[in-house]
């Protein structure tokens, strides 16, 4: 049943721009049940879908939060990659928005492995180890660290795979969300008019290209998580 406290209102989505898909000669067919309306050649989705699907994922967020699970924010692309960002941090989520190395959960081992030597670069530079280097090979170290920090800054406190992934832009995010599918890890996607719902295990039809209407979602989905962190520690 949906808790009241998640609030979705259509307005603020349609304020949002929520509801606004591709042009009409983009589309996927799947999504036709998430369409109510053809304005100016773009496909415009149903508010009233959109706000039972995210309320589904604000109690299954909550519910995981509240059982200590961990979750994996994922976007990528720059209309994205702040909002992700922000969000993981606010929720203390882990978080990948700047480039999905391939293999990054299907291929754990190797990505644990470039965890430690993070941890290690950090620890060293941290404790001054670094600067105490020949100019050449601390020039190379810090060269390693900034790099492995642009990739794996997000999710360097993952020390096992995550319960459940969040993924903005189904497209954008298709390598994320097949490693996902191999590892039985569930997803909920934002999923725009040209994505297939079929794939995530809850998709929520929404415009994935507008910063707006991407925090909004997102937002929802941090306060319903962190509602349930609140419950863990009220019950525990």
Same mark, same amino acid.
């Given at each position: 049943? !949906?808790?009241r406290y998640?609030?979705?209102?259509?307005e603020e989505?349609m304020?949002a721009g929520v509801? %606004?898909?591709h042009?009409?000669? &983009?589309?996927n067919?799947k999504?036709?049940?998430?369409i109510?309306?053809k304005? $100016?050649g773009?496909?415009? !989705?149903?508010?009233?879908? #959109?706000?039972r %699907?995210l309320?589904?994922?604000?109690?299954?967020? %909550?519910?995981a939060?509240s059982?200590r &699970?961990?979750?994996? *924010?994922?976007?990528? $692309? &720059?209309k994205?990659?702040?909002s992700?960002a922000w969000?993981?941090?606010r929720?203390r989520?882990?978080y990948?928005?700047?480039k999905?190395?391939?293999?990054?959960?299907?291929?754990?081992?190797?990505?644990?492995?470039?965890?430690?030597k993070f941890?290690?670069?950090r620890?060293?530079? $941290? !404790?001054?180890?670094l600067?105490? @280097?020949p $100019?050449r090979?601390?020039?190379?170290l &810090?060269?390693?660290?900034?790099h492995?920090?642009r990739y794996?800054?997000?999710?360097?406190y993952? #020390?096992? @795979? =995550?319960?459940?992934?969040?993924i903005v832009?189904?497209?954008?995010e298709? !390598?994320?969300?097949?490693e996902?599918?191999?590892?039985?890890?569930?997803? *909920?996607?934002?999923?725009?008019?040209n994505?297939?719902?079929?794939l995530?295990?809850?998709?929520? =039809?929404s415009n994935d290209?507008a *910063?707006a209407s991407?925090?909004? *979602?997102?937002?929802k989905?941090?306060f319903a998580?962190?509602?349930g962190?609140?419950?863990?520690?009220?019950?525990?």
């Amino acid at each position: 049943m !949906t808790r009241r406290y998640w609030s979705i209102h259509l307005e603020e989505m349609m304020e949002a721009g929520v509801h %606004f898909g591709h042009g009409i000669r &983009k589309w996927n067919p799947k999504m036709a049940p998430y369409i109510s309306a053809k304005r $100016k050649g773009i496909h415009i !989705t149903n508010l009233t879908r #959109t706000a039972r %699907f995210l309320s589904e994922a604000c109690d299954l967020v %909550f519910e995981a939060a509240s059982r200590r &699970k961990q979750f994996l *924010i994922v976007g990528t $692309k &720059k209309k994205a990659a702040d909002s992700v960002a922000w969000a993981a941090i606010r929720s203390r989520c882990h978080y990948v928005n700047t480039k999905w190395l391939g293999g990054m959960l299907t291929n754990w081992s190797t990505t644990e492995t470039r965890l430690q030597k993070f941890r290690d670069l950090r620890m060293e530079q $941290k !404790t001054g180890i670094l600067n105490r @280097l020949p $100019k050449r090979d601390a020039a190379m170290l &810090k060269r390693q660290l900034s790099h492995l920090q642009r990739y794996l800054g997000g999710i360097k406190y993952m #020390t096992r @795979l =995550p319960d459940i992934v969040i993924i903005v832009d189904q497209h954008e995010e298709y !390598t994320t969300l097949r490693e996902c599918i191999t590892l039985g890890i569930p997803t *909920i996607c934002l999923i725009d008019t040209n994505c297939d719902p079929d794939l995530a295990d809850i998709s929520i =039809p929404s415009n994935d290209d507008a *910063i707006a209407s991407i925090r909004l *979602i997102l937002n929802k989905l941090v306060f319903a998580i962190c509602e349930g962190r609140s419950s863990y520690i009220r019950n525990s």
